[in-house]
């Protein structure tokens, strides 16, 4: 998994409870991107981070804030969960000087009930 | 119209078979390809990345990309048990940080012995 854990793996909560999923990596990779995957839509892009405190939003980032006060944490907050974010979410890296390939985590599978 | 489009299956093959697995995507300024893999319950696992058009091989693996049709192909030799998995296509238009690689809603692939 690219040196890259995602806790926690599992969770359950209820709608309108705040939740942070954090990833973490140990290779100083300087790109992380936050995506959720659904069926029937597959991998969507939430946010991505292109360094300390360099965050930007991707396709489906409605709902979703991140941060990034570390090189290796990247955290993704879901301020007030809806059951529409049920879903698995996974963390990927960018290798520097690549052709944009991207490396995934073991990915956290998240239900709002 | 999707911008990549891939058919979900199921593709059931006997062990040994030549597997092909398609994607066709609409955005013509695509030009980085990546294949992936994902076990149940698993973080996709990058098999292959090409640029531009062309073929690549990586052991039983065979990626092409044909840009006049925009079409893109993995092939699978010798196909083996260990290879049932969802393969997932990706894509991207420039090699940049974010940009948000573009995925397939994945072929989901099973190998009998």
């Known amino acids: 998994d690219a040196g890259i854990t995602q806790s926690p793996r599992h969770k359950v909560t209820e709608t309108g409870t705040p939740v942070t999923l954090r990833c973490h990596q140990t290779e100083n990779h300087r790109y992380m991107y936050w995506y959720r995957q659904d069926p029937g839509h597959g991998l969507r892009l939430i946010h991505y981070?292109?360094?300390?405190?360099?965050?930007d939003k991707g396709e489906v980032s409605d709902g979703y804030s991140v941060s990034r006060s570390k090189t290796e944490d990247f955290l993704l907050t879901l301020e007030s969960a809806t059951s529409s974010q049920t879903s698995v979410y996974f963390c990927a890296i960018r290798l520097a000087n690549s052709y944009n390939e991207q490396f995934f985590g073991p990915g956290t599978r998240l239900t709002v009930l | 119209q999707k911008e990549v489009e891939q058919d979900p299956g199921p593709l059931s093959v006997p062990e040994g078979a030549i597997v092909s697995l398609n994607c066709t995507y609409s955005?013509?300024?695509?030009?980085?390809f990546m294949w992936y893999r994902q076990y149940s319950r698993k973080g996709p696992e990058l098999l292959m990345y090409t640029y531009s058009s062309g073929n690549k091989e990586d052991g039983r693996f065979t990626a092409q990309v044909d840009k006049s049709s925009k079409y893109i192909s993995l092939f699978i030799r010798d196909s083996q048990p260990s290879d049932s998995a969802t393969y997932l296509c990706?894509?991207?238009?420039?090699?940049?940080?974010?940009?948000?690689?573009?995925f397939g809603k994945g072929t989901t692939l099973s190998v009998s012995s």
């Open positions: 981070s292109y360094g300390v405190k360099d965050t």
């Open positions: 955005n013509s300024a695509f030009q980085y």
């Open positions: 990706a894509m991207s238009a420039v090699n940049q940080a974010g940009t948000a690689l573009i």
